[in-house]
């Protein structure tokens, strides 16, 4: 006796919606998490080097270094000064993954 019919399947596409549905959720979520903390970081980045450029430029950069990665939560940042013009400042301040470049005038003493 072989029956056509070998499970009911009444219930499982409500099964089916549930668990793709938040499984989906679930990875969109994640991948939206990530880029959030992404976005986050590379703006904190940003902005310090562009206020590290600032203090530099003001000749207070040592000061003013931890006091920066203590308000933007980094533990490690590298600044690095390049030449770019006698009455420029630039930096580059990386840290981990992302670094972002920063640019003041240099004051007239």
């Known amino acids: 006796m072989l029956s056509t019919k070998l499970r009911?399947?009444?219930g499982s596409a409500?099964?089916?919606?549930?668990?793709?549905?938040?499984?989906?959720?679930?990875l969109v979520f994640s991948g939206g998490m990530q880029l959030s903390q992404w976005i986050d970081d590379k703006l904190k980045i940003e902005?310090?080097?562009h206020q590290?450029?600032?203090?530099?430029?003001?000749g207070k950069g040592d000061?003013?270094?931890?006091e920066l990665q203590q308000d933007y939560?980094?533990?490690?940042?590298?600044i690095s000064e390049f030449a770019?013009?006698?009455?420029?400042?630039?930096?580059?301040a990386s840290s981990e993954k992302i670094s972002s470049r920063g640019l003041s005038i240099r004051d007239a003493l």
């Open 84 to 92: 770019c013009g006698e009455s420029l400042v630039c930096i580059v």
């Open 73 to 78: 939560n980094f533990t490690q940042v590298e």
């Open 8 to 10: 009911e399947t009444s």
């Open 52 to 58: 590290m450029a600032r203090a530099i430029a003001l």
């Open 47 to 49: 902005l310090l080097a």
């Open 63 to 66: 000061l003013l270094l931890p």
């Open 14 to 26: 409500v099964v089916e919606f549930i668990v793709f549905v938040l499984v989906g959720q679930m």
